[in-house]
Structure formats: structure tokens, C-alpha cells
């Protein structure tokens, strides 16, 4: 793996990744899976990269979750064997998933109607085998899935059982909407729904004679709570091995614990309009603003210097495609301070988002001003 790429030297704009906060974030996950007793099955929709896949499977089981079929191949292809495909399945996507089945992969398939479940049967396949199926259970956040209560869940487990080639395999369910829970009390009772809404779809289950050997939930704000898993198998967090300034905003995390940053160059001084031009614009930071859900200050971005330390007052105000205006909250901004091609460091209000178009990472190991490059994958 080379290591003399230097700072100085990497095109702009590049997401840099310090390894230390990385390694240190993955920890803490994996001690709270084994504190609660449960398996951890990273959600890597987040870095879609094998080198931190390395680290944040590293003493675990090994199976982790994926949202797209490039990732799923790309995974597969690293090693990866025991694949969560966590998004409703359609028949066109199926081809890709048996291919890899009958390569040895063990994927799990999303559904959450019996709709879905019918239209996988009526599609023509030579797969000889069975695909294991999640149902999705809605614990409160409406994106998808069925309530834990709902006489449908237990058509859809129905459906599964009639269908030749696949199999029921348990329950998944996400709390999406803890993304806006600013208060421990709040997080706590989004997770406590979160896992009852699981569990309880799984003793359904069961009491009507259905096998529900996994029991999923997953996201990093309620993972990183206190409640116990008493009949959860496993969690599947992602944003977690990056962090990021909403769940920092949240108080999931410290600002110090964000391992993910944009390197952008200073490409024009706006004396007229007060703000730096960089070339990080909406393409390079995304234009999610979530962090802005919860403080004032933050804009598209907090801009660091580039050895990480936060520049009081500086944020990126506005983002055109490959433009970024940055201004700073506390007066007049010091042109001469930031001559043009300087550069500088953004923190992503959405690290998943900000990190998705790169197909890599520069990283920062802590041994010195040399860095690695570790390869991802993009696209669906």
C-alpha cells in the first residue's frame, strides 16, 4: 500500500480520513455490541470501503450491511461472505444477488408487503437455492416496513413460507427518525421503540410457527444508548465509523471524534460579498444541512485548518456545484490569512452523503506526514 502521498500533493477536493479517530469509533461500537450481548453487522453504506471494513468487523462475526449492488460486489469480491442487503428488493436486482449466492455469498433480501413477496414469485429464475428474507418492521419512522401489530406482518411471513426459493430469516427494522432526537431522554425512548417494535414482530412470528432466528435494528444515535437488547440479535450501525457534525449536533459524538473531513483549496477572495471561494462545492460536501436542525453556526460545513483544529467562526455558508463560499460568524474574515491556494478542511454536516461520490481516501495515520490511499466503491 503506498504511503508517500503527502497533503500538499492530493488534488482538491478529497475526503481525508484520520485513522486514529476511525479505529477509536469503531471500538466503541464494537464494545457496545459486546456489552449488550448482541452481534455487530456494520452498515457500510457509510464508507463503501474493505480497509474500513477491516476495522469495523474487526473481533466481530464478520457479516456486515450493504444499500447497493455495487457495494454488495464489491464487498463480496474483498471477502465478505454474509451480506445484508437492507433495502426492498425488486425483481431486476435479484439476477446480481443469486449470482453471488451461487458464488457463496449468503445475502439476506429485504420486504415488507405481500405485494413484494409476489412479485418475487412470479419472476422467472434458474436459482436453485433459497434466499433468506428479513421482513422490515416499521418502529416509528415511516420510511418503510409493517408494524410489529399489524395482522399484515404475519400474511407476509404467510407468503414467504408458500413461495419456492426463499425462506424467513427474522425481522430488521431502522429508527431513522433518531436523526432528529437533540437529547438522550428522546434517543433512549426512539431506541426503546426501535428494539420493542423487533422484538415483538419476532414473538409474533414465532407464536404463529414461523422461524425468526434474527432479530435486527440499527442506527448509530440509538445504538450508542444504554438500553439493554434483551431479544435482539444483532445491530447494524453506519455513520458511526466516520461521525459527522449532526451527530455531533445530536450529542452522539464529540466534534473531536469526526474521522471524515473535505481538503479543499482556496480558489478566489469575494472582498465584495466578505466570503473565501473554495473549490469544495454541493458536489463535494453534498448540500444536506442537518446539522443546521439543531445550531446556527454550521452551514455546509465547519472549516478546520489542516492539521484538524476548528477555525472559530468559519463554516461554508453557500455551495454551488463546485463552488464553496466560506464566511466567518465572527466578524470580518482575514483575507491575507487564507491567500489563494491555500487549503483548508471541511467537516460534512452528513458524512454518509459527503463521502459517496470519492472513489477514495486519503488517510492520516498519525506516523508521520505520509499518507494512505484506500480505495471505495460509488455508484449503485
Not at 503506498?2 to 480520513?17: C, F, N, Q
Not at 444504554?226 to 435482539?232: K, T
Amino acid at each position: 500500500m503506498r504511503t508517500d502521498y503527502l497533503i500538499s500533493d492530493i488534488p482538491t477536493p478529497a475526503v481525508l480520513l484520520d485513522k486514529q479517530r476511525l479505529a477509536a469509533n469503531c471500538q466503541r461500537m464494537s464494545d457496545r455490541a459486546a456489552r449488550a450481548g448482541v452481534q455487530l453487522r456494520p452498515h457500510l453504506k457509510t464508507a463503501k470501503s474493505a480497509q474500513v471494513a477491516a476495522l469495523a468487523t474487526a473481533g466481530q462475526f464478520g457479516g456486515i450491511t450493504v444499500s447497493t449492488l455495487a457495494e454488495m460486489r464489491y464487498f463480496f469480491d474483498a471477502g465478505y461472505r454474509d451480506l445484508t442487503y437492507a433495502v426492498g428488493i425488486v425483481p431486476p436486482k435479484m439476477a446480481a444477488i443469486e449470482e453471488l449466492m451461487e458464488q457463496g455469498a449468503r445475502i439476506r433480501i429485504v420486504l415488507d408487503s405481500v405485494a413484494a413477496v409476489e412479485s418475487l414469485a412470479a419472476r422467472p429464475t434458474r436459482y436453485r437455492g433459497e434466499v433468506p428474507v428479513l421482513i422490515e418492521i416499521d418502529c416509528g419512522g415511516h420510511r418503510a416496513g409493517v408494524s410489529a401489530q399489524s395482522e399484515e406482518l404475519l400474511a407476509i411471513a404467510q407468503c414467504i413460507a408458500a413461495t419456492s426459493g426463499l425462506t424467513l430469516d427474522g425481522v430488521l427494522t431502522h429508527a431513522g427518525h433518531s436523526y432528529h432526537a437533540n437529547s438522550t431522554a428522546a434517543r433512549t425512548e426512539i431506541a426503546e421503540a426501535e428494539r420493542d417494535a423487533a422484538v415483538l414482530a419476532a414473538q409474533r412470528l414465532r407464536a404463529a410457527g414461523h422461524a425468526c432466528r434474527t432479530v435486527s435494528i440499527g442506527s448509530t444515535p440509538t445504538a450508542l444508548t444504554d438500553i439493554p437488547l434483551d431479544g435482539v440479535t444483532e445491530i447494524r450501525p453506519g455513520v458511526y465509523v466516520f461521525f459527522d457534525l449532526s451527530q455531533a449536533a445530536l450529542g452522539v459524538c464529540e466534534l473531536e471524534d469526526i474521522a471524515a473531513s473535505v481538503l479543499a483549496t482556496v480558489i478566489g477572495h469575494q472582498h465584495e460579498s466578505g466570503h473565501l471561494l473554495i473549490d469544495a462545492g454541493a458536489l463535494a460536501l453534498s448540500k444536506d444541512v442537518s446539522a443546521s436542525e439543531f445550531r446556527s453556526d454550521v452551514g455546509y460545513g465547519l472549516v478546520c485548518d489542516l492539521d484538524g483544529k476548528l477555525i472559530p467562526g468559519l463554516h461554508v455558508a453557500d455551495a454551488h456545484q463546485e463552488h464553496g463560499f466560506v464566511k466567518s460568524t465572527e466578524g470580518a474574515l482575514a483575507f491575507e490569512r487564507f491567500p489563494i491556494g491555500s487549503r483548508l478542511r471541511v467537516l460534512p454536516n452528513h458524512a454518509c452523503m459527503t463521502v459517496a461520490p470519492y472513489d477514495a481516501y486519503y488517510v492520516l495515520t498519525g506516523d508521520g506526514p505520509s499518507l494512505q490511499r484506500w480505495d471505495k466503491t460509488s455508484g449503485w
